[in-house]
């Protein structure tokens, strides 16, 4: 691996200290394919995911707006999280995200990961969680988007008593 760090002169040391225990240097090879990442041309490469992300994002975003499904603020990853609350279904009949994710993947062939895998079990608040990832080509995102507005009615009619 090959990055650094930006630490405040009181910790420059101590932290250089660390990093001499860990590793001596990166290998060769490493270190030329890091000068290339700074090349116009892998700029650009890297600039242009970064406009196809935020695009998928706003994608992402207005679907689950249009669904009334909440979010969290996603300005860090290229991740959205979203909070279904009483949207996931309960639990404890047989609902969640779980569930919901894997009824979305068999039925319309979208896959999210479920909140279950980031969340602390003792919580229960991962059964009301799921994670949407916007990497992918911007067809691939709206037509996983419009496949869940397609499927989210029959979601809503199966968790209703």
Known sequence: ?????????????????????????APTLSQLAAVDC??????AELES????YAKNREVIL?????????????T???YIYADLGELAGDASKGFGAEVLCQSLLEEKYVALTPGTDFEDPATGR?????RFSFPGT??????????LR??????LRRIKP
């Open 126 to 130: 991962g059964l009301e969680r799921v």
């Open 49 to 52: 995911h970064v406009e196809r």
């Open 138 to 147: 911007v067809e691939d995102i709206e037509e996983a988007m419009e496949r």
């Open 38 to 43: 700074f090349k116009d041309e892998s700029i």
């Open 1 to 25: 691996r090959l990055g650094w760090m930006i630490v405040p002169d009181a910790l420059a040391d101590s932290v250089y200290r660390l990093q001499q225990n860990m590793f001596i240097n």
């Open 150 to 155: 397609e499927w989210w009615p029959s979601w």
């Open 76 to 78: 860090g990853a290229f």
């Open 62 to 74: 207005k679907t689950l707006g249009d669904l009334d499904i909440p979010t969290s603020p996603c």
